[in-house]
């Protein structure tokens, strides 16, 4: 979206920075998503679905929803999100190119939440040349995650290619044992690496920290067995390492939204 103008964005009112009651849930659309749709995590966490693809999410996770994307999110009552959402269309005469992907995690959050809350405030109230800013600001706020993606791919282009096959081949292999009491210094050992290198190297090239992608790919294949096998409850919990079934069915939850009885 580098190419665009700030005056290419047409402005949504559809826009707030919400505290998620407990029971929140976006429930997937009759109808898939009309615009894009700038979608932040300040804090809690949950599990956001784009197009069947689910996402454990918290902190500093940034979603560019399109307009045909199928959407869904829950999240963890205990914890629940703070979120800001923004709506907006392109001009039909233009065909925006290089668009931000449409899920990153940001690490330097300051300025990003910074454009957010300014672009959010400006509308709370009949803010003079409100929407000629908030153009320009929605503009910054492309340009941020375009940057972000930049940065990024040029950190993996430093990272050697047997050292991404090795990362992944541990992600694998995690997905292939979700069972095993996992910890990153085992894992680490498994990989060659120190356990700091291993740990910043697999959330830069699996998207998702050491532990949490234990969690979701334990959570996954309980789905699975649930749903396929007719173990009860509490076989798979104890076939997937886990030896207290209430916080068992309390993860599952918080990643599916559904305890683990009704998908059995």
Excluded at 15 to 29: G, Q, Y
Excluded at 69 to 81: C, F, G, K, S, V
Excluded at 209 to 235: D, N, P, Q
């Amino acid at each position: 979206m580098l190419d665009l103008n700030p005056e290419d964005f047409l402005l949504k009112p559809a826009l707030a920075t919400i505290h998620c009651e407990p029971n929140w849930k976006w429930k997937k659309r009759d109808t898939p998503m009309p615009n894009y749709d700038l979608f932040y995590v300040w804090s809690g966490e949950g599990t956001v679905k784009l197009n069947n693809k689910s996402y454990h999410v918290g902190k500093g996770h940034c979603f560019l929803f399109r307009p045909g994307d199928e959407t869904e999110a829950t999240h963890n009552p205990q914890n629940p999100l703070v979120l800001t959402y923004i709506h907006f269309d392109i001009a039909e005469i233009k065909t925006p190119r290089m668009i931000p992907s449409s899920h990153r995690i940001l690490e330097n959050t300051i300025s990003f939440e910074s454009l957010l809350t300014q672009y959010v405030r400006l509308f709370l109230v009949n803010t003079f040349g409100a929407e000629i800013e908030g153009k320009l600001i929605l503009k910054q706020l492309m340009i941020h995650l375009l940057r972000d993606e930049h940065d990024k791919k040029e950190e993996l282009g430093s990272t050697s290619n047997s050292q991404m096959e090795i990362i992944r081949e541990i992600a694998n292999y995690i997905q292939q044992h979700p069972g095993e009491p996992h910890t990153i210094e085992s894992l680490a050992e498994r990989a060659n690496l120190s356990q700091r290198y291993f740990s910043q190297k697999f959330k830069e090239i699996i998207g998702h920290t050491v532990k949490s992608y234990i969690v979701y790919s334990r959570i996954k294949r309980a789905e699975h067995l649930l749903h396929f096998t007719g173990m009860s409850v509490t076989e798979t919990a104890y076939a997937l390492g886990y030896n207290d079934l209430h916080f068992f069915s309390r993860q599952f939850k918080q990643y599916t939204g559904k305890n683990p009885s009704e998908i059995r």
